[in-house]
DNA sequence: GTAGGATGTTACTGACCGGTAACACCCCTC
DNA sequence: GAGGGGTGTTACCGGTCAGTAACATCCTAC
């Protein structure tokens, strides 16, 4: 199991630093990373541990002696790509201080742009949500939770921005960006309906804040 | 269903109540039946074909005679679920008739009203793309082929409504729809931002058409 | 250089998967 | 009453799945 409070956890970062610092980092890290590629592309449910051993280039043992079973593997890649996630959002927004419409619009826009990427698949959360449906899986919390932080994120800025009704609206664009993920993969990419998201989300932003002052 | 008595008397059982209903007492038409079911509450990579066989009262042999494969099970499990979701809609516009812009109110409220039924799980296309996503499944076609039936039916509308850009605005709507059902699976349900989908289409509608003369 | 932790190797379990073969039955139609 | 089509029963196939045991090897800190 991976114990929180290992007595060897200090011996552990040390090795870590070596490591990264070297070509290979720990197993652990590999597998964690191995398993995001296959279980975003392919899904939690047709991706066995073998592909995932194999292509983090390793072996089931260790796999199974850095996590208790697969259901923690996937909340592991869930928290990840979580992580992942906001700290782009974070590069996102940053380019709009103090300016929360600004940096609202500037997300959505980054999001349309990524979903045109060759290698994306709509979001993982909601994907692993899918698969996950009408079981007691550990990771159904992290969606939730996760699905929270983001609505926190949007909320927060519609208010700064002065919106009259924040909690509808920031519902609207919570179904435009859930909407937006979903539809690459109901949608051939060319009819792909998030081309118009942006536009759309203004639309809404318009009605609730007024125009902006340059768009 | 299974619960007293062998698979062979209730698969008996059945039949002969179809027959008296009048209808075929086909094994084709409860083996759908049954996977429709399953499909849609577990997932379609969680049920297996023994599970469905039980479900329907009959056994594998039968099964393959009906279909070539589970793939082919699927595909009709989707074209079966579109069949039912447009006549319901059918229902639903036909209580505004020469109103488009009630017509796909009327609609939405539909969606988020069927979303709160206890067995709902989302879109069956889209939680269908989700586990079939990075394969070559033929049920893929069915669902692109169904999504653009329904862009269609939204666009119609608009357009007869006197929509000045149809194509934004039946993007925008689209991307409501797909996040209302896809957001039931990602949400805690009292945090279901679609609760707020019909005032934010309203006020996509209102930017486009203008208020509506009653609401 | 040695001890100990991290990692690799092989082989295995028991369950489940989609799919098939061979045969038996039942009921309707002619 | 003789078919024949639809159906049920049993047993099986090869493959994959998650997870484990026992043992071998490597690397690094001391």
């Avoid at 398993?35 to 199974?64: H, P, W």
């Amino acid at each position: 199991m991976t114990a929180s409070g290992s007595p060897t956890q200090g011996a552990q970062e040390a090795s870590q630093e070596k490591a990264q610092a070297g070509s290979k980092p720990r197993v652990r890290d590999r597998l964690v990373e191995a398993a995001s590629d296959l279980f975003y592309q392919q899904g939690i449910n047709c991706v066995g541990i073998d592909a995932i051993v194999c292509e983090a280039g390793t072996n089931k043992m260790s796999l199974y002696r850095n996590f208790a079973s697969k259901d923690e593997l996937v909340v592991q890649y869930l928290k990840e790509r979580e992580k992942e996630t906001f700290a782009r959002w974070e590069e996102v927004t940053a380019a709009h201080p103090d300016d929360p419409r600004a940096q609202l619009v500037a997300l959505f826009e980054h999001i349309v742009e990524i979903g045109h990427e060759k290698a994306h698949c709509g979001c993982p959360s909601a994907n692993a949500a899918v698969e996950l449906r009408g079981t007691e899986h550990p990771a159904l919390e992290v969606i939730y939770a996760g699905r929270e932080k983001v609505r926190g994120y949007v909320s927060d800025r519609l208010r700064a921005a002065g919106a009259r009704d924040p909690e509808t609206l920031t519902d609207g664009l919570m179904l435009l960006l859930e909407g937006a993920l979903m539809s690459r993969l109901t949608f051939r990419e060319k009819q792909w309906p998030a081309n118009s998201m942006v536009a759309n989300m203004k639309a809404l932003l318009d009605a609730e804040l007024g125009p902006a002052a340059a768009d």
